[in-house]
């Protein structure tokens, strides 16, 4: 018979906000706060550039070509944090070319990768920064 547990807040009994899940298997846990992606963000890069919808982001700058920050609502607590993506885009004329999101080489780690935002960049397949129809970035690690 399954069960249904309806709560408001959980709390870790030794640290308010860690609370560890036991794993397939049941030979290993999984830190519940850790993993949770802090920030997320799907976007349209193209013409007047647009958030879809998001978690803990504040706003998009449009940089240039293919070259977009996303600020935070809550600050991260430091820049240590991991930043994965996606991105599309149909405009082209093979729209299935390969497309890659990564952090901008614009400036140093220390400036695109701050607690308060990220700097990311869209690239098309020949290498050169593309504007994208749907850019997806997510980043996990430690609020503020």
Known sequence: ?????KVDTLTGVTT???ISVTGEGN???TNLQQGLAK??????GTGT???????????????TTGDYTVNFTSSMSNNDYSVSGSCRDDSNAAPTACRWLGIS????VDTVMTTSLVRVLTVYSN???DDSEVACVEINGDLA
């Open 16 to 18: 308010a906000g860690s």
């Open 39 to 44: 920030v997320w963000i799907n976007f349209n």
């Open 27 to 29: 030979s290993t846990t």
């Open 49 to 63: 550039i647009a958030i879809r919808d998001d978690f803990n982001a504040s706003t998009i700058v449009d940089n």
């Open 127 to 129: 290498g050169n920064p």
């Open 105 to 108: 080489s614009a400036a140093t």
């Open 1 to 5: 018979m399954a069960s249904i547990l």
